[in-house]
């Protein structure tokens, strides 16, 4: 049981996330160009831009939602290609969380939680229940276990998503904006969460504009326009002075 609540991922050589020269198509349209990025284990990278800039994309590419086309993506050193049973793999190893939670309305929160578990990972229920309330408790929404999502607030089911994903032990967590859809009032309960996760030393790359959450625990920002890592470094240097036209009228439209 300790080993499945372990929330540092299983090591190995090199960085957890290696991007090198990746292109990316959508039809005609190259929506990534030559990016190449190194998440190292353990860090924590934000990556903001202007909306339309290919963030999304990126992110997805990492757990293969979205196939490049060209360059190389590697996770936790395996790189995906088009074979099937490698992609399996990195998707066990890589927790993502979404801007709309996307949790199933039609299953408890400790079903959500549990689906899975048992069905990827084979858990028996017991066993994958038990590690459901060990991350619900986690998140601090032990009681609504037995709720469904339409029953909870915006903050509430993203933190069950973040439960979710943590239930399947990843190495690395993906978050793609996960306040953007969220009323004000709920933005800190979930980047609390998001701290705690950080502080625990999970490998994350999060998409996020909360600029406070990126000063607080982001070993490097990333800077992205037009399908383009246009800068990126330790938040306070990026936030402060920033090298590039561009960020400075981002940032500046941020505040
Ligand atoms: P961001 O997350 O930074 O807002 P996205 O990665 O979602 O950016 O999108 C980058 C660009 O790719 C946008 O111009 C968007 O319209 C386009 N795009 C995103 N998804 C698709 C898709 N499935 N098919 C075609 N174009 C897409
Ligand atoms: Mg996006």
Same mark, same amino acid.
């Given at each position: 049981?300790?080993?499945?609540?372990?929330l #540092?991922?299983?090591?190995?050589? *090199?960085?957890? +996330?290696?991007? !090198?020269?990746?292109?990316?198509?959508?039809?005609?349209?190259?929506?990534?160009?030559g990016?190449?990025?190194?998440?190292?284990r353990?860090s924590r !990278?934000?990556? /903001?831009?202007?909306?339309?800039?290919?963030?999304?994309? =990126?992110?997805?590419?990492?757990?293969? =939602?979205? $196939?490049?086309?060209?360059? @190389?993506?590697?996770v936790n *050193?395996?790189?995906?290609?088009?074979?099937?049973?490698?992609?399996?793999?990195?998707?066990?190893? +890589?927790? &993502?969380?979404?801007?709309?939670?996307?949790?199933?309305?039609?299953?408890?929160? @400790?079903?959500?939680?549990?689906? $899975?578990?048992?069905w990827?990972?084979?858990?028996?229920?017991?066993?994958a229940?038990?590690? $459901? &309330?060990?991350? =619900?408790?986690?998140?601090?929404i %032990?009681?609504?276990?037995g709720s469904?999502?339409?029953? @909870?607030s915006?903050?509430?089911?993203?933190r #069950?998503?973040?439960?979710?994903?943590? /239930?399947?032990? %990843?190495s690395?967590?993906?978050?793609?904006?996960?306040?953007?859809?969220?009323?004000?009032? &709920?933005?800190?309960?979930?980047?609390?969460?998001m !701290?705690?996760?950080?502080?625990?030393g &999970?490998?994350?790359?999060?998409?996020?504009?909360?600029m *406070?959450f990126?000063?607080? +625990?982001?070993?490097?920002?990333?800077?992205?326009?037009?399908g383009?890592?246009?800068?990126?470094?330790?938040?306070?240097?990026?936030?402060?002075?920033?090298?590039?036209?561009?960020?400075?009228?981002f940032?500046?439209? =941020?505040?």
């Open positions: 049981m300790s080993r499945n609540l372990s #540092v991922g299983r090591a190995s050589e *090199g960085p957890a +996330v290696r991007l !090198v020269e990746v292109d990316k198509w959508y039809g005609h349209f190259q929506v990534l160009h990016v190449s990025l190194d998440v190292p353990g !990278v934000v990556i /903001c831009g202007p909306s339309g800039s290919g963030k999304s994309t =990126l992110i997805r590419c990492v757990n293969r =939602l979205e $196939a490049h086309q060209r360059g @190389l993506i590697s *050193g395996v790189e995906l290609t088009e074979q099937t049973g490698r992609i399996d793999r990195i998707r066990g190893d +890589v927790g &993502m969380v979404f801007q709309h939670f996307n949790l199933f309305p039609h299953l408890t929160v @400790l079903e959500n939680c549990t689906l $899975a578990q048992r990827v990972r084979k858990r028996p229920r017991q066993e229940e038990a590690i $459901a &309330m060990a991350f =619900l408790e986690r998140v601090k %032990p009681e609504k276990s469904y999502p339409g029953q @909870l915006g903050g509430q089911q993203q #069950v998503a973040i439960a979710r994903a943590l /239930c399947m032990n %990843p690395i967590m993906l978050f793609d904006e996960p306040t953007s859809a969220l009323d004000p009032e &709920m933005v800190k309960e979930v980047l609390d969460t !701290v705690r996760l950080a502080d625990d &999970m490998t994350m790359i999060c998409v996020t504009h909360e *406070g990126a000063r607080q +625990v982001a070993s490097e920002v990333v800077f992205m326009d037009e383009k890592i246009i800068e990126r470094n330790a938040p306070d240097t990026l936030f402060s002075s920033p090298s590039h036209e561009r960020t400075k009228r940032l500046s439209n =941020l505040l």
